[in-house]
């Protein structure tokens, strides 16, 4: 794990979202002073108060000890960017139709950023810290910030890429305790700036060229959708022949070429990383003319997965009339990210069937009832499988567990979280 170094850097971050919110707080754990800033009012005013706008184990601590010691602030002022060393822009990145990149966020951050900068004398690093299509800090932010700034690259402006590999669920323990840290510049002072904030990790730190390291962080993430849009193909098999995936999943982790992660077959993969990197990064090969087919199957086996969930659920009952427990809205367990969840296509479809539907998630019930505000959402698990037909468990909440829970009622598992008297697994 980290220490405490003892050279404090002061740090500015664009964004209070995930990435930036986790960032700025795990910064100020390690003894630097961090100001986060954000154009949105109730979400500074949260912060400032006391309370995440987001769920994320362990981060509300590190909100309340930071906030106290005075190492870290949240503010709307863009100006702040001037009395600080190093700037993070960690907005984001939402997906086009064409699953390329929107980064309108990313441009107008850069923007601000150089316009703050303009007025500020000495040695200043932009980083970027959103994900992004590689050559996107060269060619789009760097050219950005100098036009805004006058100020030029190499000069009294530094440049780098430094992505994250944080999992929502886990992102503060990543943070502290991570596999490798990747960092991109435009010159080994600006790259230097970067590398002495993660100085006391105890953990490879490589050094890049900005557009290598944004293509480590997508290509990454595209690899792992692959691998469990692969091992999620492999488990319809499997059930089709009447073949526990588990066992298989386990025969296969003991390879050490392959490992024993990501190998856990269920409904699909979803958030804001997984499905939006493939799709960036399939849409770039496209854009230059190459075909991306590894991935954009990965995509089509992973749109499939949900409604696979509901095929199973077709063969055991109409649903028609009847009531469905579904248990876990959050595309993954410890966090409130709904984004591409399962869930979604799941009660779409409970709902065009006819069912009455009755949900619940210990973090992510507010989040889903922006999207399906007539769902009957209730306060415990045994409240929402109550007097319901059947169960269907969506998100690998422990809590779902024990197979007591369920006595003789219908339970279609798409994570494997159970095995009960009256079971269907969606993989086994």
Not at 184 to 193: L, M
Not at 242 to 255: N, P, S, T, Y
Request: charged content about 25%; hydrophobic content about 40%.
């Amino acid at each position: 794990m980290a220490g405490r170094r003892d050279d404090r850097v002061k740090v500015s971050i664009v964004g209070t979202g995930y990435v930036g919110l986790v960032t700025g707080l795990c910064l100020a754990e390690l003894g630097n002073e961090v100001v986060c800033i954000d154009v949105v009012p109730a979400k500074v005013q949260s912060i400032m108060e006391g309370r995440a706008p987001i769920y994320e184990p362990g981060l509300d601590e590190l909100l309340e000890r930071h906030l106290r010691s005075g190492r870290f602030r949240a503010t709307m002022d863009m100006g702040q960017v001037t009395g600080t060393d190093v700037t993070f822009i960690a907005v984001g990145t939402p997906s086009n139709e064409d699953g390329s990149l929107d980064l309108r966020y990313v441009r107008t951050a850069a923007e601000d950023i150089g316009r703050a900068l303009a007025s500020k004398d000495g040695y200043h690093v932009v980083v970027v810290k959103s994900t992004v299509t590689p050559t996107t800090t060269d060619a789009v932010v760097a050219p950005i910030v100098e036009s805004s700034s006058g100020k030029r690259v190499g000069d009294d402006l530094g440049i780098a890429s430094n992505p994250e590999f944080l999992k929502e669920g886990m992102a503060v323990d990543d943070f502290m305790n991570p596999d490798r840290v990747v960092i991109g510049a435009s010159d080994e002072r600006a790259a230097g700036v970067v590398r002495s904030l993660y100085s006391s990790f105890d953990c490879p730190i490589l050094t890049v060229p900005t557009a290598t390291a944004e293509m480590i962080k997508v290509a990454s993430n595209s690899f792992l959708a692959t691998k469990i849009s692969f091992v999620n193909e492999v488990g319809n098999i499997c059930k089709d022949m009447g073949i526990d995936m588990r066992q298989v999943a386990e025969g296969m982790g003991l390879d050490a070429r392959i490992g024993k992660q990501f190998l856990r077959a269920g409904c699909g993969f979803g958030g804001s990383c997984f499905p939006k990197d493939v799709a960036g990064l399939a849409a770039e090969a496209e854009r230059r003319g190459l075909r991306p087919r590894i991935m954009r199957a990965a995509l089509d086996v992973n749109a499939e997965q949900p409604l696979r969930l509901l095929q199973l659920l077709d063969r055991r009952m109409d649903v028609r009339g009847r009531t469905v427990a579904v248990l876990g809205l959050a595309f993954k367990p410890f966090t409130d990210d709904i984004r591409e969840a399962s869930s979604l296509k799941v009660v779409a479809g409970l709902l065009a069937r006819g069912a009455s539907v009755r949900a619940y998630d210990p973090k992510a019930m507010d989040n889903f009832r922006r999207e399906y505000p007539d769902v009957t959402y209730c306060s415990s698990t045994q409240e929402c499988i109550s007097g319901a037909d059947v169960a269907i468990i969506v998100t690998e909440w422990p809590e779902f567990a024990p197979p007591e829970l369920y006595g003789d009622m219908l339970v279609v598992d798409g994570r494997g979280v159970t095995r009960t008297k009256n079971y269907e697994g969606i993989c086994w």
